[in-house]
């Protein structure tokens, strides 16, 4: 399944890869805010991961309405997206075919 955006999974693999970067660079300016008091990047990356990461969790929804998956199957994507690299593995295993 190539990514794109005229699909719902091609969509939620966008969506994944978004919300995984911004949770890495996320993890980069958190110690730039309370170790060296540069707070502006984590406000920014702060404010994209929060969006990336509600727009992941309603598309996740989406697509277990569409293609009929259960809500435990939901629930695991839902779940991988608190992880780090939790959208990329839930890419690459289960949205990629």
């Known amino acids: 399944m190539e990514l794109t955006i005229n699909n719902s999974i091609g969509r939620l693999r966008i ?5 995984g970067i911004s949770y890495i660079l996320f993890g980069i300016t958190m110690p730039l805010k309370y170790m060296m008091d540069i707070p502006e990047p984590n406000y920014f990356v ?3 991961h929060g ?3 509600i727009l992941y969790c309603l598309q996740v929804f989406q697509v277990g309405i569409q293609k009929k998956i259960t809500f435990g199957q939901m629930i695991l ?3 991988a997206s608190l992880i780090p ?3 990329f593995y839930m890419d690459y295993k289960y949205l990629r075919k």
């Open 15 to 19: 969506l994944a890869i978004m919300e």
């Open 46 to 48: 702060g404010m994209a």
């Open 77 to 79: 994507f839902w779940i």
């Open 85 to 87: 690299f939790g959208t």
């Open 51 to 53: 969006v990336l990461f």
